[in-house]
């Protein structure tokens, strides 16, 4: 009875003209068309997980099968998007050694993880640095050019000063035009990549205004797009209000970082918005119902935005309860999961901006040195995995009813199309054609 609500409601937003279907080659590229991902003319849903360590792990042979481990499982639970790191910058088993000299047997395992994601036919946002100072960061960067004789002042100068910012392009250039060891395809010619994040969580705390990330966002989505037209981009944004929306900046959680999601969004070659939600770490001294209370209203504002302001899709691109909060319980993970999925699948359902969500973070077995607290291992039967299933079941049952219609459109188009062409022969028939 529910799937034939859902098919009812779908087929009145079809005739009134709220959804339309677009025909395309299918060359396996994600697009965003509207506030609605598509694949091959057809809505596409990212029903996913965050795995950072997919790279790090792949680099060593030996480790692989954790990487294929991770994918199977997560495609057994119905799961289509990974967001992981392609960035590595200094210390210890790098990526990139130092500006422009790169670690091959890095690379390698990334050549990995986008062939085996490809075996396994889930898509990939590839994240190419880290606002913070784990695998290097925005300050290794700056250190890197006040080694080189660079008078720089603050970590925030990765998103001012030319010669960083020559770094970061650079790195850009080198990511998407690397050839796949494993497929013989170049990244920015890959459809297995859904999408290129510019920045893990971009924070510019030192200008509170947001005209410097605005403008190094600007910068950076024109060069990203003057290589790469084939696949989606995004910036890596949290989801703070900025000045642009004065009105909204209540919501925000009581931090000032210098983004504003609705100007961020807005800059030409940012295809989708992306929010995260960690209201157990921004409101951590409040109650379970204080934090869900506002994570209810921090996920209806931003998918709101996102379908009237920005016109885009939007990704719920982290979230999660840890285990290492005061007073856990799996009951409480599994409300937080319970309403994000809530938020996105009650907007998907009515063609609306809410394209999927990805928690954070997936793991497997005998991976004890990335547990964080957030961790869910699917290999091991859960609640929470039960709850991530379902979602991807009554997404998937959407996609379904969409292509259906999208076939019966066709249909009816196709036998529009023959009764034109039949009347069109009737009314010739007899007639002397030509001289």
Known sequence: MRH??????????????????????????????????????????????????????????????????????AASHGLTVARTWAFSDGGYSPLQYSPGSYNEQMFKGLDFVIAEARRYGIKLILSLANNYDSFGGKKQYVNWARSRGQYLTSDDDFFRHPVVKGYYKNHIKTVLYRYNSFTGIHYKDDPTIMAWELMNEPRCTSDPSGRTIQAWITEMASFVKSIDRNHLLEAGLEGFYGPSTPQRNRLNPGLKIGTDFIANNRIPGIDFATAHAYPDQWLSSSSDQSQLSFLNNWLDTHIQDAQNILRKPILIAEFGKSWKDPGFSTYQRDLVFNTVYYKIYSSAKRGGAAAGGLFWQLLTEGMGNFRDGYEVVLGQPSSTANVIAQQAHKLNQIRKIFLRMRNVERWKRARAARAKRGRWQGGNKGKRIGN
């Open 4 to 73: 034939l609500t859902l098919v009812l409601l779908l087929t009145i937003l079809i005739h009134q003209g709220c959804l339309h279907f677009h025909v395309e080659a299918g060359d396996g590229f994600i697009r965003a068309r509207g506030v609605q991902f598509l694949l091959n003319g057809s809505p596409y849903y990212a029903n996913g997980f965050n795995a950072y360590w997919l790279m790090y792990t792949a680099s060593d042979p030996s480790q692989r099968s954790k990487v294929s481990a991770a994918f199977r499982e």
